[in-house]
């Protein structure tokens, strides 16, 4: 049958309403990670909460996993730039006239509707979508074009959508140029989604995004996905990975370059093997993680890491000599595994930096709950750009800043985001704790711009800034973020708290203090984005210059 017979989805009646914001007894992550459905309802019931809150935990990682996963290249709702450019009224087709070559490439740009309904132009075109790279995003199958953004669990199923996907995969003889399957509920589609797969592996999918939307939340993924050596793109959510034991040794992406992990249930072993079997691998993303993540690298091509809403308990850089990046965001600080219906309370975890020469970009790191090894003398000297997490109104926390600085003697640029605590202070630390506590390197001799997050005035925060202000000889900036709640009507309270930083005598005469007062009104953690963290054209991905919207602050 011609293709667009084989997309005819619109009768289908599918709502898809955005997710109600998840109750907050459902905020704790590791409620809904890596258990059973029993031991989940069990656990819910205890804490006294109905067991149909369940499915707000689950709609809550779909939302995560669908906010972080990379967009298809193509969207049935682009505007046409050409659309309103004047034409001859000649009735003269001339872009049937461009060479077979141009009209594939425009074929395989269009979302796959718009690719088949080329054929209907003329019979030029007819035979262009079965040569051409086809991109295929299930999601612009829905009646909407997705535009209505995820289907939540307990919505009803696409089930024609899932029969459009078999149907064009099967007719199109490939190659696939993308490939996104991120609507279908997997479990009530086991058949299908083997074959999916093989038919993927055959044809020679080029960029692959493949979600299972719960329940289950582990249901395993066929270890065909490693015959998939055309893959140059592979991002994977809520899955448990293939026992990598019983794969053909084999196996290799060998033209792999990015891969993406979300909220997937997966052994060491396995994750250490998919690394192996990636010889140009270069930027490796994990989101969430359905148990402790223990991450050794001896890996000869990454240079950009992102892990982020997972529980890292050891990173061991053993030899990485292209890594540039690693990044750590919204890290959890209880294990998702469950001991007796109870959450495991994190040690401290460690980031060992073995051999990784090329490292210029760091964080957020957190004094105080994380250990930093190194070489012998815990040394980092490639590290240019630092990003660090502290509570400074923890007193045993704000003691191992020192530490961790000493370790980058070579930093220019260091973020500190300040954040709350949700207890009583437990001590604060002046001036003369940092000017005791011996030299820091790179704060005398390189570092040439801080900033500062969510300053709240506290005597430790003022503290450190100060003794940065009067030792860095180098200095050329100071941005300080003032939180919210600093600011009350009538008074001279920010001036107040900033008065013995903007009088004290700074070591760098050239050096600019800019005060802007912050945005955030949510106490949420440091402004990320793991799209400019992987662009190595975005020199510095932590300023992102979020608090210029606010606006800035005047204490003359």
């Known amino acids: 049958p011609p293709l667009p017979s084989l997309l005819q989805t619109e009768t289908l009646a599918v709502s898809s309403p955005r997710p109600p914001p998840p109750p907050a007894a459902m905020d704790d992550a590791h409620v809904i990670q890596g258990i059973s459905w029993s031991d989940m309802v069990a656990h819910m019931e205890r804490?006294?909460?109905?067991?149909?809150?369940?499915?707000?935990?689950?709609?809550?990682?779909?939302?995560?996993?669908?906010?972080?996963?990379?967009?298809?290249?193509?969207?049935?709702?682009?505007?046409?730039?050409?659309?309103?450019?004047?034409?001859?009224?000649?009735?003269?087709?001339?872009?049937?006239?461009?060479?077979?070559?141009?009209?594939?490439?425009?074929?395989?740009?269009?979302?796959?509707?718009?690719?088949?309904?080329?054929?209907?132009?003329?019979?030029?075109?007819?035979?262009?979508?079965?040569?051409?790279?086809?991109?295929?995003?299930?999601?612009?199958?829905?009646?909407?074009?997705?535009?209505?953004?995820?289907?939540?669990?307990?919505?009803?199923?696409?089930?024609?959508?899932?029969?459009?996907?078999?149907?064009?995969?099967?007719?199109?003889?490939?190659?696939?140029?993308c490939v996104h399957l991120t609507r279908t509920t997997m479990e009530e589609h086991r058949g299908e989604m083997a074959r999916w797969l093989d038919i993927l592996a055959a044809k020679g999918v080029q960029e692959l995004v493949f979600v299972n939307r719960p329940l289950p939340i582990d249901l395993r993924l066929p270890a065909t996905i490693f015959s998939c050596a055309s893959?140059?793109?592979?991002?994977?959510?809520?899955?448990?990975?293939?026992?990598?034991?019983?794969?053909?040794?084999?196996?290799?992406?060998?033209?792999?370059?990015?891969?993406?992990?979300?909220?997937?249930?997966?052994?060491?072993?396995?994750?250490?093997?998919?690394?192996?079997?990636?010889?140009?691998?270069?930027?490796?993303?994990?989101?969430?993680?359905?148990?402790?993540?223990?991450?050794?690298?001896?890996?000869?091509?990454?240079r950009c890491i992102q892990l982020g809403f997972s529980f890292a308990e050891d990173i061991d850089l053993v030899d990485a000599p292209r890594l540039e990046r690693l990044f750590q965001f919204a890290e959890l600080t209880?294990?998702?595994?469950?001991?007796?219906?109870?959450?495991?309370?994190?040690?401290?975890?460690?980031?060992?930096?073995?051999?990784?020469?090329?490292?210029?970009?760091?964080?957020?790191?957190?004094?105080?709950?994380?250990?930093?090894?190194?070489?012998?003398?815990?040394?980092?000297?490639?590290?240019?750009?630092?990003?660090?997490?502290?509570?400074f109104g923890v007193r045993n926390t704000v003691k191992k800043v020192p530490g961790f600085l000493r370790c980058f003697p070579n930093l220019e640029t260091l973020h500190v985001q300040s954040r709350p605590i949700s207890e009583e202070s437990t001590g604060k630390v002046s001036v003369k704790f940092w000017q005791e506590g011996g030299p820091i390197k790179c704060i005398l001799q390189s570092i040439k711009k801080v900033f500062f997050y969510e300053f709240r005035g506290s005597r430790s925060e003022v503290s450190f800034l100060k003794f940065v202000a009067e030792k860095a000889r180098v200095l050329?900036?100071?941005?300080?973020?003032?939180?919210?709640?600093?600011?009350?009507?009538?008074?001279?309270?920010?001036?107040v708290k900033l008065k013995p930083l903007t009088s004290a005598k700074w070591n760098s005469k050239a050096c600019r203090l800019e005060l802007f007062r912050s945005p955030v009104t949510d106490g949420s953690g440091p402004a990320y984005n793991h799209e400019l963290a992987s662009d190595f054209e975005f020199a510095d991905p932590f300023d992102l210059k979020y608090y210029k919207k606010a606006g800035r602050i005047s204490v003359s």
């Open 47 to 177: 804490g006294g909460m109905d067991r149909g809150m369940v499915y707000f935990g689950y709609n809550l990682i779909l939302h995560y996993v669908y906010s972080y996963l990379p967009d298809p290249p193509v969207s049935p709702a682009a505007a046409l730039s050409l659309s309103a450019a004047p034409s001859p009224n000649d009735g003269v087709d001339r872009i049937s006239r461009l060479p077979d070559a141009v009209l594939r490439d425009i074929v395989s740009r269009l979302p796959a509707k718009d690719a088949a309904r080329t054929a209907a132009l003329a019979s030029r075109w007819r035979p262009l979508w079965r040569s051409a790279p086809l991109t295929l995003a299930d999601s612009h199958l829905l009646p909407d074009g997705g535009a209505g953004g995820q289907l939540v669990i307990g919505a009803a199923s696409p089930r024609a959508v899932t029969a459009a996907v078999s149907r064009v995969l099967a007719a199109h003889p490939g190659p696939f140029r």
């Open 231 to 302: 893959l140059t793109r592979l991002h994977l959510g809520i899955w448990r990975l293939p026992d990598t034991a019983a794969v053909p040794r084999a196996a290799r992406f060998p033209n792999l370059r990015d891969l993406g992990l979300y909220w997937n249930s997966m052994e060491d072993r396995d994750l250490d093997f998919m690394l192996e079997r990636s010889p140009v691998l270069e930027s490796l993303f994990i989101l969430g993680f359905q148990s402790g993540l223990r991450l050794r690298l001896v890996n000869q091509s990454l």
């Open 334 to 391: 209880e294990s998702p595994k469950m001991n007796n219906g109870r959450s495991t309370r994190k040690r401290s975890s460690v980031i060992k930096i073995g051999s990784a020469p090329k490292l210029r970009v760091l964080g957020y790191l957190k004094p105080g709950e994380q250990e930093l090894a190194g070489n012998k003398e815990n040394i980092v000297p490639s590290v240019q750009i630092l990003g660090i997490e502290v509570q």
């Open 476 to 495: 050329e900036q100071m941005v300080v973020v003032v939180c919210i709640e600093c600011f009350s009507p009538g008074d001279d309270n920010v001036r």
